[in-house]
């Protein structure tokens, strides 16, 4: 099956700074979405985003399916921003494959 | 309009004994996956449905199984529990099956299943 890497595995930021996610995928994909799962469990859709470049306030994200991977930023921090960011991608059939996430730990 | 939403949202039961999962999906959704979320592990895929057939299934064993309703709703159905079944059980809906059209898959709250 499809392998779905992400880095890093944990990050710990301060209030306020920037950051970039990443998420390495084997093969070529129709689906890849990014997920927020906060600390109650409730896993949230962040962007449906095959390919390209898309923004939601102070997150965006860019897919870059020739060469298989994405990119999630996270810009001016929050403390809500913390939980595991989960990347999963859907390989023209019927189910996402989850890479192991990278937890988010945003300080005051 | 409501998510998909699922039912009970915790559960506590003993080795041995079987288990009922619900869930039902975002008005208008035909399709529903559900998902094995182990503490510490990202979900896996475990099935999914489009207009009550069942189109794809995970590597679990088949003490597993689920069905879907007319009404697009589904069960998951898990028979003599084991310690290991202790997980977050995940549903999601799609609007059409991704075989057919490329469309995002939108998640439930979860059930969170204890074994003791």
């Known amino acids: 099956g499809i392998q779905v890497e992400q880095s890093p595995p944990d990050l710990i930021l301060q209030e306020g700074a920037n950051s970039t996610l990443r998420c390495n995928f084997s093969?070529?994909?129709?689906?890849l979405q990014w997920f927020h799962q906060n600390p109650w469990g409730q896993l949230i859709n962040l962007f449906y985003?095959?390919?390209g470049t898309k923004q939601n306030g102070r997150l965006s994200a860019t897919t870059v399916a020739t060469e298989r991977y994405s990119l999630l930023y996270i810009s001016s921090s929050q403390t809500t921003d913390s939980g595991v960011y989960f990347c999963a991608v859907e390989r023209y059939d019927y189910k996402l494959s989850f890479g192991a996430g990278t937890t988010v730990t945003v300080r005051a | 309009d409501a998510g998909v939403t699922q039912s009970p949202t915790h559960l506590i039961k003993t080795r041995g004994q079987h288990v009922t999962l619900r869930c039902s999906p975002i008005?208008?959704?035909?399709?529903v996956s559900w998902y094995q979320q182990v503490l510490g592990q990202g979900p896996q895929f475990i099935f999914q449905y489009y207009e009550k057939e069942e189109r794809g299934r995970g590597n679990f064993p088949d003490r597993f199984s689920a069905r879907q309703f007319p009404n697009y709703s589904s069960e998951l159905n898990v028979n003599a529990l084991l310690l290991g079944d202790s997980a977050l059980y995940l549903c999601?809906?799609?609007?059409?099956?991704?075989?057919?059209?490329?469309?995002?898959?939108?998640f439930g709250d979860g059930t969170r299943l204890s074994i003791l």
């Open positions: 999601a809906s799609s609007l059409i099956w991704a075989g057919y059209s490329n469309q995002p898959q939108h």
């Open positions: 008005s208008g959704h035909k399709s």
């Open positions: 093969d070529s994909v129709n689906n």
């Open positions: 985003i095959p390919s």
